[in-house]
C-alpha cells in the first residue's frame, strides 16, 4: 500500500514538474498554450514508457508479438 502512495506521489509530482515547465517554456516561445500542449504530450508519452517499465514490457525489441521499433 505504501508503494503505490509513493509511486502516486511520483507521478503527481512529474505531472506538476512538466506542466510548470511546459508554461516556462511556452513563455519563452511567447504562447503559453502551446508549452501546455507540448508539457501534456511529453506527460503523456512518460505515462505510457512509466507504465510499460512498471509492467516489464519496456524496451523496443518484442519479438514474442512482433512488434520492433
Known amino acids: 500500500m505504501a508503494a503505490t502512495k509513493k ?3 511520483s507521478w503527481l509530482g512529474g505531472t506538476v ?3 510548470v515547465l511546459g508554461v ?10 502551446l508549452g501546455l500542449l507540448l508539457a501534456a504530450v511529453v506527460s503523456l ?4 514508457a512509466v507504465e ?3 509492467g516489464g ?3 523496443v ?4 508479438n512482433g512488434i520492433e521499433l
Open 17 to 19: 514538474v512538466l506542466v
Open 57 to 59: 514490457n519496456a524496451g
Open 45 to 48: 508519452v512518460w505515462l505510457i
Open 61 to 64: 525489441n518484442d519479438e514474442s
Open 52 to 54: 510499460s517499465r512498471k
Open 24 to 33: 516556462v517554456i511556452g513563455l519563452i516561445l511567447q504562447n503559453v498554450w
Open 7 to 9: 509511486q502516486r506521489w
